[in-house]
């Protein structure tokens, strides 16, 4: 038994342990404790029969290092005394982090405090946590205000101008620069210009309205064989082009078709038209759904409405039709009756100008001259006022008068998908009483009764796909009529009050000409010329003898007059 308790290779008595241990002063660190053991265990060799109560000892005396400091003068205990300790890491700068991270930390002593405070003073960078708080923020402030299905709409900006006339004597027609900015990436670049024609603005109205059966087109302007150059009615038809292809760019279903695309960005746009006529040479009525479907749109037997909404809309948008047209009427009289005013002011113009001419006393000439030109500047308001009440509320009402039968194109498209249904169930009729009659023969031929089978089946997915057609075709014709209702408030309402606007400013400017020429007035009866003094030195430093023709003038006509009144007397 002495013989292994001197051999043992741990010697660590516990009591010489426990005493190296609290030799130590406040460093408490596994190290130094372990270094010291060993140092007292070569003195005191004990036996393996203690290594279980040494093991016990051991746990117990770690839990005593962690709870038995006691030593406030600094968190890391005397320095110096062992080169060990120096080397050790310092765990304090782990748990500055952490009382930076985690507020009211409650540490074992009040000593973090003092280490947060210290790696501030050591200059270490802010924790990685900080900045990465303020990125949701950012974030949120960027992210847009509308909708996705707002944000993935398609933008169009279009303008129609510099309309010009090309071409000789018998050809000649008016061409029109198309400017397009636009958000779409269906097409190549942003922003874009071509020159198009009249014809062509009604070649892409006839395509949509076949692409797209039962959508409401906004149509373009009516053809004029007389005066179509004169330059007011071509600055009216530019207008009205513009607004037209601008609503066809602002409609959900239009914007999305490829011959809009072909009329505003093709650069060779009759080569383009041709070609797509010798790819689609039944271009017209059959193409579209109807075409695709194989169905006849032709004109059926008399169409009765059976649904009421159709019914009513039918009514109302005939009797809108007509007051619109009325309205129309009384616009086209107001119009010529500001250009027979701006007429009759431009005469009253001329003869106070040819009075003015003969007036021999230059204190009513100035005035007479001052009244003609105002009568030039009136005739002039009245003419750009004209202009402008055509180009406001006149070309709203034409406008809607043209949609008005766009509609009724819908409708008529309406009434052909009916008859077609009908007529597809017609022809699945006959080729069912057609597959009865060789069914009930029993002597036919299996593959000619195949054939009438696949005839059956052919004719009722036709009557499948016309119906609902049919069908698609009313959802769809709704929404449009929905769609024309809200557009027709808004347009007619900025043209009302366009057209007051103006009005307003037209009168505005008429009295402050009126105002004008009274101050003139006035300051001609103080002894002050009419018109500047630089023009009236003109005058006065003009020939002297045109002073004294107005002299000799007048004595020659009074020497006259009392000639032919002594001629009297002596009678």
């Known amino acids: 038994m002495d013989i292994h308790e001197s051999e043992s290779p741990w010697g660590d008595e516990p009591s010489q342990s426990t005493t190296s241990r609290q030799s130590e002063s406040s460093t408490n660190t596994t190290i130094t404790s372990t270094h010291a053991t060993t140092h007292e265990s070569l003195a005191a060799p004990q036996s393996p029969a203690r290594r279980g109560p040494r ?123 198309i400017r397009t900015k636009t958000t779409s990436k269906a097409y190549r670049r942003p922003e874009f210009e071509v020159s198009r024609r009249y014809r062509d603005f009604l ?50 279903i239009l914007q999305h078709d490829a011959d809009l695309k072909i009329f505003l960005e093709s650069e060779t746009f009759g080569i383009d038209v041709k070609n797509k006529e010798n790819r ?33 809309r039918k009514i109302y948008l005939d009797a809108l039709e007509s007051q619109l047209k009325a309205l129309m009427k009384a616009i086209d009289t107001v119009v010529a009756q500001r250009k027979g005013l701006a007429e009759a002011a431009g005469d009253f113009s001329s003869s106070l100008h040819a009075l003015a001419t003969v007036e021999l006393s230059s204190s009513l000439s100035g005035p007479l001259e001052g009244l003609s030109d105002l009568q030039l500047r009136i005739r002039e308001l009245y003419e750009r006022q004209a202009q402008q009440d055509i180009l406001t509320l ?44 060789i069914l009930r023969q029993g002597k036919s031929q299996q593959d000619r009764i195949n054939q009438i089978n696949a005839d059956v089946a052919d004719a009722e997915r036709k009557v499948h796909q016309s119906r609902l057609l049919f069908e698609d075709m009313g959802r769809l014709m709704r929404n449009e009529l929905e769609r024309f209702e809200k557009e027709k408030v808004e347009d007619f309402k900025s043209g009302v009050e366009t057209f007051l606007e103006g009005a307003v400013e037209a009168q505005k400017e008429l009295i402050e000409l009126w105002e004008s020429f009274l101050l003139q007035l006035d300051a001609g009866e103080d002894g002050n010329p009419l018109y500047p003094p630089e023009n009236r030195g003109a005058e006065e430093t003009a020939v002297p003898t045109s002073e004294a023709a107005p002299q000799d003038a007048d004595e020659e006509r009074a020497a006259a007059v009392a000639a032919a009144v002594a001629a009297e007397e002596t009678q």
């Open 394 to 437: 006149g070309i709203t009402i034409d406008e809607y008068i043209r949609i008005i039968g766009s509609i009724k194109t819908s409708f008529a498209q309406r009434q052909k998908s009916f008859h077609s249904w009908h007529a597809a169930e017609a022809e699945l009729l006959k080729r069912r009483n057609t597959q009865e009659k």
């Open 55 to 177: 093991a016990h000892r051991k746990i117990s005396a770690q839990v005593t290092k962690l709870e038995a400091v006691d030593d406030t003068t600094d968190p890391l205990g005397p320095l110096g005394e062992s080169s060990i300790i120096a080397e050790a890491p310092t765990p304090p700068l782990k748990e500055s982090v952490g009382a930076r991270n985690v507020s009211n930390a409650q540490p074992s002593t009040g000593t973090p405090i003092d280490q947060s405070d210290e790696q501030q003073r050591t200059g270490n960078p802010p924790p990685v946590q900080f900045p990465g708080v303020e990125g949701p923020q950012q974030k949120r402030q960027t992210q847009p205000s509308i909708s996705v299905e707002q944000a993935a709409k398609p933008t169009f900006n279009i303008t129609v101008g510099d309309p010009h006339k090309v071409g000789d004597l018998t050809s000649s027609h008016i061409v029109y620069q």
């Open 203 to 252: 070649w892409i109205y006839n395509q949509l309205h076949n692409n797209n059966p039962g959508v409401v087109v906004p149509p373009p302007p009516e053809k004029q064989a007389v005066g179509r150059f004169d330059t007011n009615f071509v600055e009216s038809r530019r207008a009205a082009l513009e607004r037209m292809v601008n609503k066809i760019a602002a409609h959900p």
């Open 280 to 312: 689609e040479p039944d271009l017209g009525q059959s193409k579209g759904m109807f075409g695709s479907l194989g169905l006849s749109v032709g004109g059926g037997g008399k169409f009765v409405e059976h649904d009421d909404w159709f019914h009513d």
